[in-house]
């Protein structure tokens, strides 16, 4: 069934706005793309060993060192969340503690829960017409230093989903003038270091370590990622110790291939590859603007409402998030319809926006698609027409309720810790019925997904206003991982 879905999906030549960024091998020397099979090879004689490298892994990882502008990378198999564990399971010890930025993929919190860590959570800002989390403020970061002093290492993600990037230059100057080590998930930026107009990459500005998700925004195949370290501090030994622990064992030469392949076209093209990708999304924001339902995500925007300059960028051009709130429908009923009409896949939407990721590897009439629907969808929706969505699907209500119920996140109150994170394997666990939940601390990730931002964490107090908040977001159609259906209800596991 896995095969005939996707033979089925790309026999339709669906426009793919969404990773993996070689977009379906587009981006991909022909060679390669035609010999996939043929190049998946093992340990043999002269193929070196991913855990003990000599030969040309060694000098593949040693070249996008040189790229990324890294003193040592590492090519991962296993996604950016391997490297996230493994990153800070080599910074912390048990016991100690760790700030996380609270707009943290689970990987992070799974990372401290496996170093034995206990993480303090800083809140990153969330911006209230676009209803996404924005940036982390340096100054929050600063007084949470200050009120923690005995913190190992600050763990932040940067660019988020929506490719809005923190001020990293002011976090790394912060948390390096307390002595403490910067972790960046940089999942969302493998791209950023290659061209001058974007937002500088976290090894440019200082950051310790970064993990960066190449199969999101370069031409790489999925679960490529790379870990950069640029700094004295970190235990390069320790790390390859647990590298070498989380790493499958018969590593995928087909996936590091790729990585060796991305990191040789954006060294060599990366500036004016990205050059013409900005110039498209630009294109596309234009039409968006222009239209008479839609508001696209704009650096100016985020620039002004956080008082930086004109001179400092805080977005990452080729991320499109595109508001449908003066369109009068939810950003989940314009991805169904992008796709249904106009043949175009976005990465993902949430109840105000949809997001599209373009890389290198897409075509031209890609952006021509993409702007001649969102010119013509406005047509099919009539502003603030009470109903309309409910007729399109009916697990839709109309808008006023969306909003309503979704901007329960940003007054969704601090989560409390009743069983440290250290603890949690170490308890049984039920399942109990999500509403039964209320009070209970949770064993599991509750995580709406993409983003993959966690609403709880593994030891915390489910609240009411948490349950009210899962429930809208199922009812709005979201996908929310840790909760399970069963004939009509919705269940998660607590802790005894």
Do not use: W
Not at 70 to 92: E, Q
Not at 233 to 248: A, G, H, K
Not at 384 to 410: A, P, Q, T, V, W
Not at 451 to 473: A, F, K, N, Q, R
């Amino acid at each position: 069934p896995i095969y005939k879905a996707i033979m089925d999906y790309t026999e339709k030549n669906v426009i793919p706005f969404h990773m993996p960024g070689h977009k379906r091998g587009t981006g991909f020397p022909r060679e390669f793309a035609e010999n996939l099979t043929r190049l998946d090879v093992t340990e043999i004689p002269g193929m070196d060993n991913l855990h003990f490298p000599e030969g040309i892994i060694k000098k593949a990882q040693d070249l996008a060192a040189s790229a990324f502008g890294a003193d040592r990378t590492y090519f991962l198999v296993n996604g950016s969340s391997c490297g996230i564990h493994a990153s800070i399971m080599a910074v912390c010890k048990p016991g100690d503690r760790i700030i996380i930025a609270r707009d943290c993929h689970r990987s992070a919190v799974a990372g401290a829960m496996l170093a034995g860590a206990e993480p303090v959570y800083v809140d990153t800002e969330v911006d209230d017409f676009f209803g996404i989390t924005s940036v982390l403020e340096p100054g929050k970061l600063k007084e949470k230093l200050e009120e923690n002093t005995d913190v190992t290492a600050v763990f932040i993600t940067r660019p988020n989903y929506y490719g809005i990037c923190s001020d990293i230059g002011r976090i790394v100057e912060i948390v390096h003038s307390h002595g403490k080590i910067l972790i960046v998930d940089e999942a969302h930026g493998a791209h950023l270091k290659f061209n001058k107009t974007l937002p500088p990459g976290a090894i440019q500005a200082g950051a310790d370590i970064c993990v960066q998700s190449a199969h999101k925004t370069l031409p790489a195949l999925s679960q490529g990622a790379y870990l950069h370290v640029k700094s004295s501090n970190v235990d390069i030994s320790r790390l390859e110790f647990y590298l070498r622990m989380l790493q499958t064992t018969s590593p995928s030469y087909v996936i590091m291939a790729s990585l060796d392949i991305a990191r040789g076209i954006m060294g060599c093209f990366g500036e004016q590859l990205l050059d013409e990708v900005i110039k498209n999304t630009e294109q596309v924001r234009c039409c968006a603007r222009s239209s008479e339902g839609f508001t696209p995500l704009e650096e100016a925007y985020i620039s002004r409402l956080h008082g930086h300059g004109a001179s400092y960028k805080t977005l990452d051009k080729t991320r499109l998030v595109i508001n449908s709130r003066k369109l009068g429908v939810t950003g989940n009923t314009v991805s169904r319809m992008l796709k249904e009409k106009y043949g175009i896949q976005v990465e993902m939407s949430d109840v105000l926006n949809i997001v599209c990721m373009a890389t290198v590897s897409d075509k031209k009439e890609y952006f021509d698609a993409l702007c001649k629907a969102l010119d013509g969808l406005p047509l099919e929706f009539k502003r603030n027409e009470r109903g309309k969505l409910s007729k399109i699907d009916s697990s839709y209500g109309d808008l006023e309720k969306c909003l309503f119920k979704y901007e329960k996140l940003k007054k969704l109150p601090p989560p409390r810790q009743g069983v440290s994170l250290r603890d949690v394997g170490k308890t049984k666990g039920r399942t109990v019925e999500l509403k039964r939940s209320i009070g209970k601390a949770s064993r599991d990730f509750i995580v709406p997904y993409p983003p993959g931002v966690p609403v709880v964490c593994p030891g915390e107090i489910v609240t009411g206003e948490t349950v009210e908040y899962i429930y809208s977001l199922i009812e709005l159609g979201g996908n929310v991982n840790g909760v399970y259906e069963k004939e009509g209800k919705y269940f998660v596991d607590i802790i005894r």
